[in-house]
C-alpha cells in the first residue's frame, strides 16, 4: 500500500458492473483497486465493492460463482459495499423476477428482506437527483444528510428490519436510499455515488476509511 493510498479495494467483476467509472470514484476516495473475477483475491483486500447495472435475476446468475465466498467475507466482518443492482442483490430476494416471469431469485440474504418495484402510478425507472435523509449512524452516511445523489432504478429495498435502513429518500413513497445488516460492515446505496458528485465522492471516501479502520 502506497503512502497515498487508504485502503486496498476489489471491485468485483461478475459482468454487470460500471467498474470503469466505480474504479475511477474509488480512486479518487483514495483507494487502490483492483477489478478482480476471482474471489480468492476477497481475503487480502481492506473492502469489497459489489457494483451492479441491470436485472436482479442475471446479476444473480452471474454472481454465483461469489456467493460463498462473499458470505464468507461478511461474516468475516470485511466491508462489503453494494451499490445500485449490488445493494438489491445484498437483500433475500426481489420482484423484478416474478414480473419478468422467472420466478423468485435467492439473493445473497446478507440483509433479509425483498425489492420491490414501484407503484404504477410512479414513472419509472426512477431517475434523477433526490435528497439523502440519514435515519441512523453509520460510517457511510458521515456528512452527507440533506445532500442529493444520482438514482436510476424501478425496484428498492424492503427490509424485515427496519434498523436495517440507514437513509431514506422521496419518490412518491419514501424509500431506503442506504441499509446496512446489523454488524454494520454490509452494506449498500440505491443510488450511484460514483455518479453523485461531492456527495458520491464523500460516501466513497467514508466507505474508504472505514474500510482502513477495520
Not at 53 to 60: K, R, T
Not at 91 to 117: C, K
Not at 143 to 167: I, K
Amino acid at each position: 500500500m502506497s503512502a497515498q493510498t487508504a485502503a486496498e479495494v476489489v471491485l468485483v467483476d461478475y459482468g454487470l458492473g460500471n467498474l470503469r467509472s466505480a474504479q475511477r470514484g474509488l480512486e479518487r476516495a483514495g483507494a487502490a483497486v483492483e477489478i478482480t473475477d476471482d474471489p480468492d483475491d476477497f481475503a487480502a483486500a481492506d473492502g469489497i465493492v459489489l457494483p451492479g447495472v441491470g436485472a436482479f435475476s442475471e446479476g444473480m446468475e452471474n454472481a454465483g460463482p461469489f456467493r460463498e465466498p462473499l458470505a464468507a467475507a461478511a461474516d468475516r466482518g470485511q466491508p462489503v459495499f453494494g451499490i445500485c443492482l449490488g445493494m438489491q442483490m445484498l437483500l433475500t430476494t426481489s420482484e423484478e423476477a416474478d414480473h419478468a416471469g422467472q420466478g423468485q431469485v435467492e439473493g445473497l440474504d446478507f440483509i433479509p428482506g425483498t425489492n420491490v418495484r414501484f407503484e404504477r402510478d410512479r414513472k419509472v425507472p426512477h431517475m434523477g437527483w433526490n435528497e439523502l435523509h440519514v435515519e441512523r449512524e453509520h460510517p457511510i452516511v458521515d456528512g452527507v444528510d440533506g445532500q442529493y445523489a444520482y438514482f436510476v432504478h424501478s425496484y428498492y429495498a424492503e427490509p424485515d428490519d427496519g434498523d436495517a435502513v440507514v437513509a431514506t429518500t422521496d419518490y412518491g413513497v419514501s424509500f431506503p436510499a442506504v441499509v446496512a445488516n446489523e454488524a454494520g460492515n454490509v452494506f449498500g446505496t440505491q443510488f450511484h455515488p460514483e455518479k453523485s458528485g461531492e456527495t458520491g465522492l464523500q460516501i466513497l471516501r467514508n466507505f474508504v476509511e472505514y474500510c482502513a479502520e477495520r
